[in-house]
């Protein structure tokens, strides 16, 4: 998934095939994912772990908020939470530190599948 305000997703797409080829179902959301629709994904899907990919944030006081929603989903449905890309340096990571998996590379985000 990628934040709301992101325009990219070739990263996310990456991802999801990485995923896919090491047998995971994939829900791709494609760009520009708002967060209030998340809780309705998260309770019908259940994903086990989320994936953020974001590249570059304009609004990063917003971005930030929708982060700390996400970590609080994420969370409460017991999903592990994996981000990468250069837009999370622009975030206050530090209140998430046992929350968020930080991948530098696709052979990172591979290894998450064993």
């Known amino acids: 998934m990628t934040m709301s305000e ?5 990263a996310a797409k990456m991802t999801q095939h990485v995923l896919e080829q090491n047998g995971h179902k994939v829900l791709f959301s494609g760009s520009r994912t708002p967060v209030v629709d998340t809780d309705k994904i998260f309770s019908s899907f259940k994903p086990d772990r989320v994936y953020l990919s ?16 996400l970590v609080g989903f994420c969370r409460k449905y017991d999903a592990k939470l994996y981000g990468g890309g250069s837009g999370l340096n622009q975030l206050d990571l ?18 998450t599948c064993k």
């Open 6 to 10: 992101e325009l990219h997703d070739i």
């Open 54 to 69: 974001s590249s570059y944030n304009g609004d990063v006081e917003g971005a930030q908020k929708e982060l700390e929603e």
């Open 94 to 111: 530090t209140a998430f530190s046992d929350d968020i998996h930080l991948l530098y590379s696709f052979r990172e985000t591979s290894a």
